[in-house]
């Protein structure tokens, strides 16, 4: 057990914006919650997985949306315990600890939220060990857990409970729910016990991103030494290093779907790389190649400053490297792929190579 | 008190259909539901609404979405009762009497089959007195009820609960569940006392809809004098009789929208006839000039047979009597106009004048 202060948040918020692949929501607005979270309720209590009780009662804290909506549509902060007293009030008890469902700037924050408020502790993992657009994509899922009951609570404290047994059908509702909602909103959702939860997460999720954050802030004075540090940590493989020639971004159906092209520059001058997202990034072809896929993670940083940079955060113009980093071993299994490999997100003629291999 | 059989339900879901301004659901999926539902559970008691206890627990039972939808994705019977199930189990109680939203050749029916399961009474009455596209667009809106919490199923099962203080926000949120679901779903809703629903509810609805279901089918024997007899009975003006020459017709955001086009017959020719409809005829213009706006109501006659014509029925080459009918009263109030007047439904600059003053 240890405590997150202001410090930590920041760089989780940070860090879990490269864990993102682009999604997962902005990181600044994650940054300006989570401290004035702690400022006003004090250092958050985090548990390893090994820590918890057995039969803890965990429930996953997360938003659900478009990261553009997000930017726009600022949370009010309450609508996460909303949430939450929505499923419990279904279960007919209160939960012991939080979840997150995913790295990312703004859902690593989530729970953080009712957490804080509540005085309940947070478990360092998650259920991607980076961000995906789909609330059945978690590891959860591949281990046949249910989403259902589901609390979904907007900024204006309206409400819902979503019961399904499919979770590919809860996140039809919910994202039905989302697109009702203006788009962005709050569930809590995946109850377990702590047994489970210790078995079926991704392990650390919140001090690897703490730690890929503080080389991040390491990076404002040593910029080739921390992407150097960074590259090493991750296990990552440079994909890329190029300017934005074109954003082709819509918001539809509840999700911020494009594809961003880069223009190469230094060794890649002459090459391209299109990056197509659902939220996050899902697949990178330089010139045509796919270089890497889902579920591995392809993260973009400003060329200049190492500052991630999110789907909704790429234009015309931007610097960028671009990174494959490998992604939890959970989804390098036959049924980890099912849930969340190329052929998940269309692709379904591109094979999956790792990311290292390719 | 007295018991609706075979012949009663019969007869209400065809009157319904007349009753219903075009939308309120298919009538013969309406007749073939009730007929079964009463075949398999015995009449149902049918209360007047002075008949109810001041503090009864009512709630309406209804179907949401497209009609078009439901003619191909036919209800399995049991989702009403799922939704007056999830409602339940949110208030902590159990319900006395139900009640139809609208009048409506498969939204009359809707609360008869979890009022036969059950042994529960009906109420004769309705929020609308004919049938309306929204949820909130109901006289129990008028006088300030709340339609949440709202309980919501499928056929499949999967089901929600919504809360929301905001009607119009509840019809938001119910239209997102409707379209995640399938486009067509089943509600409980707009909880009341046997006193409010006395008070605010349009009375004697299912009774006028079987006298006119009962005048239908006299008419297969006797057309003329039916059609005579109905018209005398509901007030109604004739408004056109035509041929179909075209139907614009989408079904989009869980509605049927549209546009159809007759050409004039007999008295009615060379003129054009256009309706408007979103699930039910809105705005019929003769020439381009209105002659009968919401929410006064629109139905649609074979013009050999009487036999009531919905919105998704309506296609190239019927011949149509189409008649205007007075709405009930409680529709021409200042405040009854602001929920269901023509501005309601974006016809900003078309004044409401009773169909029978026009």
Chains 1, 2 share one sequence.
Not at 294 to 310: K, M, N, Q
């Amino acid at each position: 057990m240890r405590k997150l202060g202001v410090q930590a948040v920041e760089d989780i918020a940070r860090g879990a914006a490269v864990m993102a692949s682009g999604g997962g929501g902005d990181p600044y607005l994650g940054m300006v919650v989570a401290r004035q979270t702690v400022e006003e309720f004090g250092p958050i209590e985090l548990l390893e997985l090994g820590e918890v009780p057995d039969g803890a009662r965990v429930a996953v804290s997360m938003g659900l949306g478009a990261p553009t909506v997000l930017v726009e549509k600022v949370p009010r902060g309450t609508e996460p315990e909303f949430a939450l007293e929505v499923l419990e009030n279904a279960c007919g008890y209160r939960f012991d600890a939080l979840l997150p469902s995913e790295a990312g700037g703004w859902n690593s924050l989530h729970p953080m939220l009712p957490a804080a408020r509540r005085g309940l502790p947070l478990l360092d993992g998650d259920g991607m060990g980076r961000a995906f657009p789909e609330l059945q994509m978690v590891t959860w899922s591949v281990f046949g857990q249910s989403a259902a009951p589901i609390g979904v609570a907007d900024e204006r404290g309206n409400t819902m409970l979503i019961d399904t047994r499919d979770n590919k059908r809860a996140e039809d509702l919910c994202r039905g729910a989302t697109v009702a909602m203006g788009g962005n909103i709050s569930l809590a959702c995946y109850g377990m016990t702590g047994a489970q939860a210790r078995t079926h997460s991704v392990a650390g999720t919140y001090t690897l991103c703490e730690e890929v954050g503080a080389l991040l802030r390491y990076a404002r004075t040593n910029r080739v030494d921390a992407y150097d540090r960074i590259m090493e940590r991750l296990g990552a493989v440079e994909l890329f290093c190029g300017k934005v020639r074109d954003v082709e971004r819509r918001t539809e159906g509840g999700f911020a779907r494009g594809i961003a092209t880069l223009e190469g520059l230094d060794a890649y001058r002459g090459s391209v790389l299109a990056m197509e997202f659902q939220n996050e990034f899902l697949m990178a072809r330089r010139d045509g190649v796919p270089v890497c896929t889902a579920p591995d993670l392809i993260a973009a940083f400003d060329a200049e400053t190492l500052t991630p940079i999110t789907g909704e955060a790429l234009k015309y113009g931007c610097r960028a490297l671009i990174v494959g980093i490998p992604c939890a071993p959970q989804w390098r299994t036959a049924e980890g792929l099912a849930v969340a490999g190329p052929a998940a997100f269309g692709y379904a003629g591109v094979p999956y190579v790792p990311v290292e291999q390719r």
